[in-house]
């Protein structure tokens, strides 16, 4: 089991890595068809997840508990929300369709701000998969080990893309293929580095787990609403990135609900 979790927890930066070695294939930035289909797909993946993974084994938990199974989702959810809106507030960085930065002030190029970005969606995807596979390891969560990876697998999936966002513009600057690569995998690392701190903090605190896997549901949701949302429907092809969401979304329930 053990071997399951530490995969489980790679899977996602596995991903991220894939998509920063379009470098090594690409001259230019991804097709902007294509980039709106991948941020659409990693929205709906992103949605089903914190419902199907995250937000009702939370529910079922705290009823297990004796606890009102309303409460940890409603609490984690409003938690994971705000703490990712306090780090929207601080951290410079900037989103993939935005003319500025955001956060505090910083004299950071636009392709490193993209990262900080990228970098800040990876927490929660890393604790959502990170507390799924500490749950497994507790006994104490109403997924299975199918489902669990199938949650790795589609945040995987979405991962891609933001690879993809962070090496090329990279690259477009004038920086060497290995360096834009290196960027791009760098921004993928904190995933199961905050998994794994998970899974620890977990181990050790139990009852916590509902609030953790909501806590994960609305930092992922807070990205969805936040960034790739808005950046999918700005400019041209957003019918595009509306089928990707109807498909992202679509996948990850059927993922979830057939293998959890």
């Not at 659409?40 to 606890?67: C, D, K, R, T």
């Not at 749950?135 to 199918?146: D, E, N, R, Y």
């Not at 807070?222 to 092809?237: A, C, F, N, R, T």
């Not at 498909?247 to 979830?256: E, P």
């Amino acid at each position: 089991m053990i071997f399951n979790t530490v995969l489980g927890l790679l899977i996602p930066f596995v991903g991220t890595a894939l998509g920063a070695a379009t470098v090594f294939l690409l001259k230019r930035d991804l097709n902007e068809k294509v980039q709106k289909f991948l941020l659409g797909f990693a929205s709906g993946v992103m949605a089903a997840a914190s419902v199907w993974s995250l937000l009702l084994p939370s529910a079922e938990m705290a009823a297990e508990q004796g606890v009102p199974e309303w409460l940890p989702p409603a609490a984690g959810f409003a938690l994971g929300m705000l703490a990712l809106l306090a780090l929207d507030t601080f951290v410079p960085h900037q989103h993939i369709d935005a003319a500025e930065a955001e956060g505090r002030k910083s004299s950071f190029s636009r392709s490193k701000l993209l990262l900080f970005s990228v970098t800040l969606h990876n927490i929660p995807e890393g604790m959502a998969v990170g507390a799924v596979f500490a749950g497994l390891l507790a006994g104490g969560v109403p997924v299975t080990a199918a489902g669990a990876f199938a949650l790795s697998a589609g945040i995987a999936l979405q991962n891609f893309p933001e690879g993809a966002v962070i090496s090329m513009p990279l690259l477009a600057e004038g920086n060497k293929k290995g360096k834009a690569f290196g960027y791009g995998v760098l921004s993928g690392a904190v995933e199961p580095a905050a998994g794994l701190i998970t899974a620890l903090f977990t181990s050790l605190v139990t009852p916590v787990l509902p609030y953790l896997l909501s806590f994960a549901a609305g930092a992922m949701i807070y990205v969805v609403v936040e960034e790739l949302i808005p950046s999918s429907q700005s400019g041209k092809h957003t019918n595009i990135a509306t089928v990707g969401v109807l498909l992202g979304f679509t996948a990850m329930m059927i993922l979830d609900m057939a293998l959890g």
